[in-house]
């Protein structure tokens, strides 16, 4: 990983002591796929990562300072993953924030993620999602609850977990959105109480003429298809939860090819045997 870090336009050797990201999880970020040195949802990303960091009373970098600064890290024009986090400036302990300060922010060069061999294996998550509108939609960094989800596939051998809400609905993936082909028709969880409003899931909500909609256990393990996605893999089908298995990807493959129209470095994450 390279990374280079600031406060404000100050550049620095690395992360205070005191930074209230490291401290609380005071902050947001937002994880892009790049492709040939190019981030092709940039606009989109930007846009989320400025409107969450208002929500929250968070200072945004300067845009073409940031801009600058994320483009340098892939001036060989590769393909990989590129991760900007801003964090709420100020000093000293304690939970009240310090108006005006300057963010503490990183931006961070990684690989792009091991291509999946074939459909996702998923269970379901003993960890629930808290229901918190204040945060809902938000990519904040306070992700306590996916990583302890994240921890349960490993034990179970699966490749993703699906979470739920305190009301028993479906929410999201531990890192990703969810769509399911239910009567025909695409459907995704809202978001409006908990989770976050992937970018991916926005382009892809008009494309696949999407609705939004509560959606239980069952409506999953009932739908005709299912697929995650996020900004970094694209589409990714799933070919099992639990004991429910999809053999016919052939509906999550068209979305995914769908998918690559709108962003060249999305192909189909997935290898056929």
């Given amino acids: 990983m390279t990374a280079l870090i600031f406060r404000g336009q100050e550049t620095l050797v690395g992360i205070p002591a005191d930074s209230r990201g490291f401290a609380y999880g005071d902050g947001v970020f937002e994880t892009m796929r790049v492709d040939r040195g190019r981030v092709h949802w940039w606009d989109a990303h930007w846009t989320r990562l400025a409107?969450?960091?208002?929500?929250?009373?968070?200072?945004?970098?300067?845009?073409?300072?940031?801009?600058?600064?994320?483009?340098?890290?892939?001036?060989?024009?590769?393909?990989?993953?590129?991760?900007?986090?801003?964090?709420?400036?100020?000093?000293?302990?304690?939970?009240?924030?310090?108006p005006n300060a300057p963010p503490v922010w990183m931006v961070s060069r990684h690989d792009l993620p091991a291509r999946t061999q074939c459909g996702l294996a998923l269970h379901w998550s003993q960890t629930m999602i808290a229901i918190q509108p204040a945060l809902?939609?938000?990519?904040?960094?306070?992700?306590?609850?996916?990583?302890?989800?994240?921890?349960?596939?490993?034990?179970?051998?699966?490749?993703?977990?699906?979470?739920?809400?305190?009301?028993?609905?479906?929410i999201c993936a531990t890192a990703a959105n969810v769509f399911v082909l239910l009567d025909g028709r695409w459907r995704t969880p809202r978001v409006d109480r908990s989770g976050v409003a992937g970018v991916c899931r926005a382009h892809l909500l008009p494309v696949?003429?999407?609705?939004?909609?509560?959606?239980?256990?069952?409506?999953?393990e009932g739908a005709d298809a299912i697929f995650l996605c996020n900004a970094v893999r694209g589409i990714l089908p799933v070919a099992r939860l639990g004991a429910r298995s999809w053999h016919d990807l052939s509906a999550s493959i068209e979305a995914a090819r769908r998918l690559a129209q709108l962003h060249p470095g999305l192909v189909l994450d997935l290898e056929h045997p």
């Fill in 51 to 98: 409107t969450s960091a208002e929500r929250l009373g968070l200072q945004v970098p300067d845009y073409g300072f940031a801009r600058e600064a994320c483009g340098s890290l892939f001036a060989d024009n590769s393909d990989g993953v590129l991760k900007l986090l801003v964090t709420r400036g100020g000093e000293g302990r304690g939970y009240a924030p310090q």
């Fill in 136 to 170: 809902a939609g938000v990519k904040h960094c306070n992700r306590l609850e996916q990583v302890i989800a994240r921890g349960e596939c490993a034990r179970r051998g699966t490749d993703e977990a699906l979470m739920c809400d305190g009301d028993g609905h479906v």
């Fill in 208 to 220: 696949m003429e999407a609705s939004e909609e509560c959606l239980s256990p069952a409506d999953v």
